[in-house]
Nanobody
Framework: QGQLVESGGGLVQPGGSLTLSCAAS????????VDWHRQVPGKQREWVAGISRSGSTVYTDSVKGRFIISRDNYKDTNILQMNDLKPEDTAVYYCNARKGLEVYWGQGTQVTVSS
């Protein structure tokens, strides 16, 4: 059974940066499409960014130009580089990997942007 584990969350000041990582066990992450989502308590989970198996990337409008999703194929991890963070980026960030009927979610990592 595949599992995903996110790491790298924390507290950062507005304008700062954080790098989130998504590591997998039991599955080969580079063989799956990977997305990052985020959720604020009381609100629906929001899709943030995605990278296909071929390496194509897409972003929600609110993070374009600030966030970069990428793969580290050597370590078989997925990276979300977040720059120029804003208070509205505060959320629990989740990694999602999928291929056909296979869908995997991590447990999430908290990102808090505050002065």
């Amino acid at each position: 059974q595949g599992q995903l584990v996110e790491s790298g969350g924390g507290l950062v000041q507005p304008g700062g940066s954080l790098t989130l990582s998504c590591a997998a066990s039991g599955i080969i992450l580079r063989d799956l499409d990977v997305d990052w989502h985020r959720q604020v308590p009381g609100k629906q989970r929001e899709w943030v960014a995605g990278i296909s198996r071929s390496g194509s990337t897409v972003y929600t409008d609110s993070v374009k130009g600030r966030f970069i999703i990428s793969r580290d194929n050597y370590k078989d991890t997925n990276i979300l580089q977040m720059n120029d963070l804003k208070p509205e980026d505060t959320a629990v960030y989740y990694c999602n990997a999928r291929k056909g009927l296979e869908v995997y979610w991590g447990q999430g990592t908290q990102v808090t942007v505050s002065s």
